[in-house]
């Protein structure tokens, strides 16, 4: 089991920019691919952006692919989400997901989440 901890959050205008952080603890963290997902009221959970445990293989989904940057640190168990360019839509609350691969992570273990709000 992993424990999953986001911080970083916040208000913030429109082109502004936030980075997000997961802390993780647990069994064999630096073994996990992680991730980010999001999810705005009244909409479906959604995929943002994915690593792998060594950090060389990364997804990200259409809508945040140039603006957003994921990353690890395994020596301090922790992943991050730069996010540059924000736009109100993206504007939710973001989960750091940590699982098997990337393709598995809504499987895994989940975070509490983080409120990201960009205003127009």
């Known amino acids: 089991q992993v424990q999953l901890v986001e911080s970083g959050g916040g208000l913030v205008q429109t082109g502004g920019s936030l980075r997000l952080s997961c802390a993780a603890s647990g069994r064999t963290t630096s073994t996990y691919a992680m991730g980010w997902f999001r999810q705005a009221p009244g909409t479906e959970r959604e995929f943002v952006a994915g690593?792998?445990?060594?950090?060389?293989?990364?997804h990200y989904a259409d809508a945040v692919k140039g603006r957003f940057t994921i990353s690890r640190d395994n020596a301090a168990n922790t992943v991050y989400l730069q996010m540059n360019s924000l736009k109100p839509e993206d504007t939710a609350n973001y989960y750091c997901a940590a699982g098997s691969s990337i393709a598995t992570l809504t499987l895994g273990s989940w975070g509490q989440g983080t409120q990201v709000t960009v205003s127009s």
């Open positions: 690593i792998s445990w060594s950090g060389g293989n990364t």
